[in-house]
């Protein structure tokens, strides 16, 4: 591929990771549902944004959209948003735990073991 070549392809607004770089640059979870077309009810996203980027996050990263046509790419993250949303619909934030310190919140926690003094260190 020639430079021009190479240019073009990173210039083209027709690039599969187009739809990538315009949801990088997406100033609100709002904007991702609009960028996407996917209908989505405002009192939910209020309330579960960040989970459901989070969560759209996690399942794109198990999608492979290079050299995708970017038609084909933007109806990939479209099936995406629609299924993190999805989650949010049926449950909570809280059911669903996609943050780190919702997942502590709730794991079992190691027994503690009582610390051991020796009768010879009471001396």
């Known amino acids: 591929m020639s ?5 073009s392809q990173h210039s083209d607004p027709q ?4 739809i990538i770089r ?5 100033a609100s979870a709002e904007e991702f549902f609009q960028l996407l077309d996917v209908a989505y009810d405002p009192k939910l996203v209020n309330v579960a944004r960040l989970h459901i980027l989070k969560r759209m996050g996690q399942y794109l990263a198990g999608e492979d959209l290079d050299g995708l046509p970017v038609a084909e790419a933007t109806a990939r993250c ?10 949010f619909v049926a449950s909570s934030p809280l059911d669903q735990r996609v943050f780190k310190v919702l997942k502590d919140a709730v794991a079992p926690k190691s027994p503690r ?10 001396k």
């Not at 690039?15 to 187009?18: I, K, Q, V």
């Open 113 to 122: 073991r009582p610390a051991f003094v020796s009768l010879d260190d009471l």
């Open 15 to 18: 690039a599969p990771a187009d």
């Open 3 to 7: 430079a021009t070549q190479a240019t």
């Open 78 to 87: 479209k099936a995406v948003l629609e299924r993190a949303y999805a989650d």
């Open 22 to 26: 315009q949801l990088q640059n997406a």
